[in-house]
């Protein structure tokens, strides 16, 4: 029971946040994203036993650099151009003037952790001044939606596993039912507003969620292949950023394109 209390304090707490950063200023949204950047970032380092001092210092400069440079260029704070030149070049003149870090690792980690947390927070924030605050959070409400359907349906009707390798806990009933139950939702929402069309709500639903859990599936890959629980500490009762936000960061690039090509 206590247990449970406070998964359900942390988890209010973080779902206040994160809406607070989301609808009051374009810079509370790009601070969420920043910190989402530097500390996956450090949780990925563990994850693939790339923690020492020297390994750690350029994980965050690369990861933070590129959203930094990137983010703040869209939002013409500062030129763009100069950093995407030099960029492809960082890891492999890291890795030539190194004497402890081999290539394989710091490509691997720096790509990594750029793909999964540097460009999805990027476009996190691009999202939010392209189109509007409300389309952002919606996708963070639609994941919420499909985690709470999945696992009610999953306790209810789930037979058949879904990746028992990767997620054991994770049922084909559940995750059926997650994506119709959230489907049914937005669609239902959709009527009651005029900024969501109808195909767009759809569309966004199927994507959120079917990247969402792929997402979901590829962080327990890592932690299952690290041999760790969770990614962190440092949300009690949740874990780690990764695991609070990996379905949101597999789900914002795919629903960003989405968006562009229909609105």
């Given at each position: 029971m206590r247990e449970l209390l406070i998964r359900t304090a942390s988890g209010a707490v973080l779902v206040a946040v994160i809406v607070a950063c989301i609808l009051v200023s374009p810079w509370t949204c790009w601070a969420l994203a920043l910190f989402i950047v530097a500390v996956g970032t450090f949780e990925m380092c563990r994850l693939m036993h790339a923690d020492r001092p020297g390994q750690l210092i350029f994980g965050e400069l690369m990861a933070v650099g590129a959203f930094a440079f990137v983010s703040l260029g869209m939002l013409n704070v500062m030129p763009l151009g100069a950093f995407l030149l030099l960029f492809p070049a960082i890891p492999f003149l890291f890795a030539l003037f190194s004497t402890t870090t081999d290539f394989k690792t710091v490509a691997t980690f720096s790509f990594g952790s750029i793909a999964l947390l540097s460009v999805p927070c990027?476009?996190?924030?691009?999202?939010?001044?392209?189109?509007?605050?409300?389309?952002?959070?919606?996708?963070?409400?639609?994941?919420?939606?499909?985690?709470?359907?999945?696992?009610?349906?999953?306790?209810?009707?789930?037979?058949?596993?879904?990746?028992?390798?990767?997620?054991?806990?994770?049922?084909?009933?559940g995750s059926v039912g997650g994506l119709i139950l959230t489907l049914v939702g937005v669609v239902v929402f959709?009527?009651?507003?005029?900024?969501?069309?109808?195909?767009?709500?759809?569309?966004?639903?199927?994507?959120a969620v079917l990247f969402g859990t792929l997402g979901d599936l590829c962080e327990s890959m890592l932690k299952r292949q690290a041999g760790v629980k969770d990614s962190g500490n440092l949300i009690p009762g949740h874990g780690g950023i990764l695991d609070r936000f990996d379905s949101v960061l597999f789900a914002v690039p795919f629903v960003f394109v989405f968006l562009l090509m229909v609105l």
């Open positions: 990027t476009l996190m924030v691009w999202m939010r001044a392209l189109h509007s605050p409300k389309m952002l959070l919606l996708v963070f409400v639609l994941l919420w939606a499909n985690d709470t359907f999945a696992y009610l349906t999953g306790r209810l009707l789930g037979k058949h596993k879904l990746f028992e390798r990767i997620s054991p806990g994770k049922t084909i009933e959709s009527r009651f507003v005029s900024w969501l069309p109808l195909k767009v709500a759809i569309g966004m639903g199927l994507i």
